[in-house]
């Protein structure tokens, strides 16, 4: 796993350096919306904890903050009317990596929705 880097774009955001657009806030964890939406609604989920990936996080946040972030997505997908019960659904994506093409490297949960996503992958 490469090094935290407490540089990156989000960790700023985190200490207050930069603004965001905050959907919901929570003890472990902030969901705000993307600078560049690709669709209606594109919320990015992120833990308060230094983690650089999904499985950075997974494997090595505490329960608490495990259970925190997934009480969140559900709450954001709830709260911008995606989820299932009123909504007609999401797509959720994280990207890991070089080969997942990730950006940001502090863990980020996309939520999108607000239209059919299409494919989930594009050939190539
Ligand atoms: P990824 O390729 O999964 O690392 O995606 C990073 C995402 O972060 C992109 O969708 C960007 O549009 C988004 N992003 C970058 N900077 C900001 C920012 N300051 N506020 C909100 N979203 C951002």
Redesign the pocket.
């Known amino acids: 796993m490469p090094a935290y880097d407490p540089s990156n ?1 989000f960790a700023r ?1 985190l200490r207050g350096e ?1 603004p ?1 657009d905050t959907v919901l806030e929570t003890p472990h964890t902030l969901a ?1 919306r ?3 939406p690709q669709a209606p609604v594109h919320v ?1 989920v992120i833990p308060k904890g230094a983690y650089v990936s999904y499985d950075d996080f997974a494997a090595n946040a505490p329960d608490a903050e495990i259970v925190d972030f997934h009480r969140a997505v559900a709450r954001v997908t709830r709260d911008l009317g995606v989820d299932l019960d009123q909504g007609q659904g999401f797509r959720a994506i994280t ?1 890991a990596g070089e080969h997942g ?4 490297p502090h863990f ?1 949960l ?1 939520i999108l929705g607000g239209r059919s996503m299409g494919r989930m992958v594009q050939p190539g």
Not at 101 to 104: G, I
């Open positions: 774009i955001i930069i965001n705000f993307d600078i560049r990015l990207n093409v990730q950006e940001v980020h996309h």
